[in-house]
């Protein structure tokens, strides 16, 4: 194979970051659908994020770990997928520590909002759990970042990344709406709305602090002429001929 077939069939490989991301939900999950419903039970009591466990119980490790437990194994194979085809490109523009950074910011976030809301709805044992807001808040960063980038959703609809990311939209607004998740709705927009201001060159607090820290690096730079007891050279009119 040549290198130029090497480069173009690269793209195609999962990045690592993304690939532990995956194992740990893809492991975890497994466990969890190939258990009895005894083990399940425990297993959700201390490892799946709801309202009760997060503010009621003190399990605030359930944010956490939670991100990594979805029961459901249709939106387990979309997970895997969406790392598989649009999350290694997002890795590879920002790099895999900034990449770990977003997917622990939206999760938290996410998480949080969904068993918040919950808490104020009286929904006590609504879980937030699985990939699902991280998720969801990569397809908004990669409709931003690749806003015009041309994407074959699974192969048949020719779309730019924009048109996915409001594709997606749509979709979880009608899927909430139907399903009257509200609590998860919450949680995948909150998510999302991270997902914008970390990618947006306007709203992204890192760049917005970077933009100070050299305001003020440049309110302290002076423009000094030569030092102290510098005498400026004389020109020597004789010595340039026209």
């Known amino acids: 194979?040549?290198?130029?077939?090497?480069?173009?069939?690269?793209?195609?490989?999962?990045?690592?970051?993304?690939?532990?991301?995956?194992?740990?939900?893809?492991?975890?999950?497994?466990?969890?659908?190939?258990?009895?419903?005894?083990?399940?039970?425990?297993?959700?009591?201390?490892?799946?994020?709801?309202?009760?466990?997060?503010?009621?119980?003190?399990?605030?490790?359930?944010l956490a770990t939670g991100v990594f437990l979805e029961r459901d194994f249709i939106a387990l194979i979309l997970h895997v997928t969406v790392l598989w085809m649009f999350v290694p490109t997002l890795?590879?523009?920002?790099?895999?520590?900034?990449?770990?950074?977003?997917?622990?910011?939206?999760?938290?976030?996410?998480?949080?909002?969904?068993?918040?809301?919950?808490?104020?709805?009286?929904?006590?044992?609504?879980?937030?759990?699985?990939?699902?807001?991280?998720?969801?808040?990569?397809?908004?960063?990669?409709?931003?970042?690749?806003?015009?980038?041309?994407?074959?959703?699974?192969?048949v609809l020719p779309l730019t990344g924009r048109q996915l990311m409001y594709g997606f939209i749509?979709?979880?607004?009608?899927?909430?709406v139907a399903t009257q998740a509200w609590e998860n709705g919450v949680a995948f927009a909150a998510a999302m709305v991270a997902a914008a201001v970390m990618t947006s060159k306007r709203w992204s607090p890192g760049l917005a602090w970077k933009r100070w820290r050299i305001a003020r690096a440049r309110a302290h730079l002076k423009v000094v002429a030569g030092g102290k007891g510098h005498v400026p050279p004389t020109r020597d009119e004789h010595k340039w001929l026209n």
């Open 91 to 155: 890795e590879r523009f920002w790099g895999t520590n900034r990449f770990y950074r977003f997917v622990a910011i939206t999760s938290l976030v996410g998480t949080l909002a969904g068993c918040a809301f919950g808490l104020v709805t009286g929904q006590m044992d609504a879980p937030i759990s699985g990939l699902n807001p991280f998720i969801y808040a990569s397809i908004v960063a990669f409709g931003i970042v690749y806003a015009r980038q041309p994407v074959q959703f699974f192969g």
């Open 1 to 62: 194979m040549s290198v130029k077939q090497r480069s173009r069939f690269s793209g195609l490989r999962i990045t690592r970051g993304a690939l532990i991301v995956a194992g740990l939900e893809l492991g975890l999950s497994l466990v969890w659908l190939l258990s009895d419903l005894a083990t399940r039970a425990s297993l959700s009591q201390w490892l799946e994020a709801t309202p009760a466990h997060v503010f009621q119980q003190g399990r605030v490790w359930t």
């Open 170 to 176: 749509a979709f979880l607004a009608l899927f909430v």
